[in-house]
């Protein structure tokens, strides 16, 4: 076999073990690796890469090597959960750089961080005058976390006495024309009132629509493949729109009969959706109105 077959050969198998060990030590962002999981990170791609253009030495040493640079993580990260004293000294602590709205200057050259740094940290967290910081702690991670005074924090509905409904995980729907039938269905709305609603932002069917998704009050987004198409979409007659709001009335029921708990209730909000169900047959032949 040629030089670049066999380059080719340990490049596949080291790309393969570097899969198999990042898989099996697990997933985590770059920004909350510690340090010896960056320097792991480092050797092992090393080791594949010396094992890729080096075929005067073993390909088992180096896998075998690999191994233990990733074995050695794996069980740290155990003892790490079961020790909080080892997990101190492995990752660290959190430093408190701003306390009470005062610089901690004793921690910022421990951290070797200059008051420039700290201003970019600030910035990134929307922060741009210190009056306005009531604590910032740097994370293990190296990550500014900043919490700011309660009277320049934002309003939330919660601080003005204000009662809002919870909000659900949003559902997408629609994805490349391909109506997602479980999530629709797990919002209980039927694809009838979907059509409806996509067509009021331009869409003649699923085809146009790239994404749509659904939010917990019935709110559609969609992006259609045309843009252009939410500009130039024709006008919706009145009584295809009260026919839309009327599936989506449907819909709602139905959401209702979902989420209560009593029995009761679930048969009432059935039951009234089964009978908007009746009238919007009942209309069919009635809808279309006459050209011109």
Do not use: C
């Amino acid at each position: 076999m040629t030089d670049l077959g066999h380059v080719f050969i340990r490049g596949a198998i080291g790309f393969l073990l570097l899969f198999l060990l990042a898989r099996l030590m697990g997933k985590k962002h770059i920004t909350d690796m510690t340090y010896y999981e960056y320097i792991v990170g480092i050797a092992i791609g090393s080791l594949a890469a010396e094992m890729t253009f080096s075929p005067h030495v073993r390909m088992s040493n180096f896998v075998f090597g690999m191994f233990i640079w990733a074995l050695f993580p794996m069980i740290t990260s155990k003892l790490e959960l079961k020790s909080f004293l080892f997990r101190t000294i492995a990752e660290g602590k959190p430093t408190v750089l701003i306390e009470n709205g005062k610089i901690n200057e004793a921690n910022l050259r421990k951290e070797e961080l200059t008051v420039d740094e700290l201003m970019i940290h600030l910035r990134q967290n929307g922060v741009f005058k210190l009056a306005d910081v009531e604590s910032a702690v740097m994370e293990k991670s190296g990550l500014v976390s900043v919490m700011k005074k309660s009277d320049v924090a934002p309003l939330t509905p919660k601080d003005a006495g204000i009662v809002v409904a919870q909000e659900h995980q949003p559902q997408v729907v629609i994805v490349d024309g391909n109506v997602m039938e479980k999530s629709l269905l797990q919002y209980g709305y039927t694809k009838e009132w979907l059509r409806a609603e996509v067509a009021k932002q331009g869409a003649n069917d699923f085809s146009d629509v790239f994404l749509a998704q659904i939010d917990s009050t019935g709110a559609v987004y969609v992006d259609l493949y045309n843009d252009k198409q939410h500009v130039d979409a024709p006008k919706i007659t009145k009584k295809l729109f009260v026919v839309a709001q009327m599936k989506q009335l449907q819909a709602d029921l139905r959401q209702f009969a979902m989420q209560t708990k009593q029995t009761a209730a679930k048969d009432v909000y059935q039951q009234q959706a089964t009978q908007i169900d009746k009238w919007i047959k009942e209309l069919s032949p009635h809808i279309v109105e006459p050209p011109g």
